[in-house]
């Protein structure tokens, strides 16, 4: 009975420290923390400690401070599913999905993945695709990766992607870096991405990115729909300008609500 105690003690201390962080607190050092979370240094280091290691808690480079990881949307935490731009992009998503594009998404990149914040899916059964919020795919084949990597700084691009090599997904997949470094310029020109079968086979997405006041990459919005009844051309076509115009309004949007590129998912 007593290791049942100290078990939900120390997972309450846990959720203590991941509930110091928030929208005006969202990097902090180890006293913040501790103070926040009403515990002293030593309890605080050991459960950050342990939350970095899991994945749910990163140290901040050439810093002092730690700051919440995406993987926390897998636990379902309150305060990312009020995320001011799942609200926001709700709207915008169903004005999206018709007879012809039979999904759309809000995804975020967390190191080498993107992570899906919000869905709306009308079909895509017969290809047996089935994303969900809190899902990941990886960035580099992904519409929503690319959208969002090509508005990094070049040098942060090769990193990622040299960082985990691409491995193919399909015969359709791009795994060269040079090659996908021409096709994120590609992307940087064209104003949105396509992954055409590189992920899933079947699957054509198109993606175009979210940016915050300085044109830095905060997520991406991206459209999809099954191979069969339009070619790539007519996909593109009657996809990349009504998701531009919808990214780009979220864009405006998330801007005025407040959001960053360092915490885009405001509670």
Do not use: W
Not at 203 to 226: K, Y
Request: charged share 20%; with cysteine; net charge negative.
């Amino acid at each position: 009975m007593s290791d049942d105690k100290n078990i939900v003690k120390s997972v309450a201390k846990a959720f203590a420290v991941l509930q110091a962080f928030g929208p005006d607190t969202s990097e902090l050092v180890l006293a913040d923390v501790a103070r926040a979370a009403s515990c002293d240094n030593a309890t605080a280091f050991r459960m950050l400690t342990t939350l970095v290691a899991l994945g749910y808690v990163e140290k901040v480079p050439e810093s002092r401070r730690f700051r919440l990881t995406f993987k926390c949307l897998e636990l379902g935490f309150n305060a990312i599913a009020r995320s001011d731009i799942r609200a926001l992009a709700r709207p915008l998503l169903r004005s999206l999905v018709n007879e012809r594009i039979e999904a759309a998404s809000i995804g975020v990149l967390d190191h080498h993945e993107v992570v899906y914040v919000e869905r709306i899916q009308a079909g895509l059964q017969r290809l047996a695709v089935d994303v969900r919020v809190g899902n990941r795919v990886p960035a580099f084949s992904s519409a929503l990766g690319r959208a969002i990597l090509a508005h990094l700084p070049i040098a942060d691009e090769r990193a990622i992607l040299e960082a985990n090599p691409p491995k193919p997904l399909t015969a359709q997949t791009v795994t060269d870096i040079d090659a996908l470094l021409a096709t994120l310029d590609q992307v940087r020109r064209d104003g949105f991405a396509v992954s055409d079968q590189e992920t899933v086979t079947g699957l054509r997405v198109l993606a175009a990115p979210i940016t915050d006041v300085d044109g830095v990459p905060i997520a991406a919005m991206s459209v999809a729909a099954p191979t069969f009844g339009q070619t790539l051309d007519e996909f593109i076509a009657a996809a990349a300008g009504p998701t531009c115009a919808a990214a780009q309004q979220l864009s405006l949007a998330v801007r005025a609500a407040g959001a960053t590129a360092a915490h885009p998912l405001s509670p």
